[in-house]
């Protein structure tokens, strides 16, 4: 089993930002993705952003310009650090990690709030 534990969410002005994190913890071997997704209500849970375990990214066309992910593998904690934040990136942010072939895994975190003020 593997646990994730999300931290940074809260309430910030429109043009503010904030830094997400999201620890790893448990029967970890390796972490081959870490993610970000958000969901608002009565609508799918969408990407956000995405890493590899070797660095690549992929960001949603929304985001990119002011987020930016990044990962400490040696910490198996991803981060999302958000500037220019909008009112329409609010949402309930999970955090997700998963690993192919032996010992693979999916995991998601509980969801952080992100509210962004006009």
């Known amino acids: 089993q593997v646990q994730l534990v999300e931290s940074g969410g809260g309430l910030v002005q429109a043009g503010g930002s904030l830094r997400l994190s999201c620890a790893a913890s448990?029967?970890?071997?390796?972490?081959?993705?870490m993610g970000w997704y958000r969901q608002t209500p009565g609508r799918q849970r969408e990407l956000v952003a995405a890493?590899?375990?070797?660095?690549?990214?992929n960001y949603a066309d929304s985001v990119k310009g002011r987020f930016t992910i990044s990962r400490d593998n040696a910490k198996n904690t991803v981060y999302l650090q958000m500037n220019s934040l909008k009112p329409e990136d609010t949402a309930v942010y999970y955090c997700n990690a998963y690993r192919l072939g032996l010992r693979a895994f999916d995991s998601w975190g509980q969801g952080t709030q992100v509210t962004v003020s006009s």
């Open positions: 890493i590899s375990s070797g660095g690549s990214t």
């Open positions: 448990g029967s970890i071997f390796r972490i081959d993705g």
